[in-house]
């Protein structure tokens, strides 16, 4: 994962736009522990197409320090789901454990064989999910 993440970042200091999208495809819609290519079709083409967009788009500035969130969430009282990809890098998933062990009433739900963007991968999957925690709210 760590030679994906300086490839990302030896592609970008030579301006390579196309070769990074396609590794920030890898890394983030196939997932680092999922071999290349490993989503396609309409799926790919969506990510490629819009991440192309945010590589080429001029620079917003300065990025400005967040407070911290972390030590906030426990005044969050609105049911919640944190969803995160099996194939997701282990510090994603760490945080989303945080984060569902830190929000009163969340819970966790590992999407098999997703990444970063199970939403993208597995979209009825990720329907039904929403749904039952929408179903809480109507309970």
């Known amino acids: 994962m760590a030679s994906l993440s300086a490839s990302i970042e030896e592609a970008g200091a030579r301006g390579d736009v196309e070769r990074v999208n396609a590794l920030e495809a890898h890394l983030w819609l196939d997932g680092p522990r999922g071999p290349e290519g490993r989503v396609g079709g309409a799926v790919r083409a969506l990510f490629l197409e819009m991440n192309g967009i945010a590589l080429r788009a001029p620079s917003p500035g300065a990025e400005r320090e967040s407070p911290p969130a972390l030590p906030r969430l ?12 099996e194939l997701d890098r282990p510090h994603f998933q760490e945080l989303c454990a945080l984060l569902a062990r830190t929000l009163p009433g969340a819970d966790l739900r590992m999407m098999p064989g997703c990444a970063h963007l199970p939403n993208l991968e597995q979209p009825r999957l990720f329907e039904t999910l929403v749904r039952e925690l929408l179903g809480r709210l109507e309970a």
């Open 74 to 85: 426990g005044a969050l009282r609105v049911p919640t789901r944190v969803v995160c990809g």
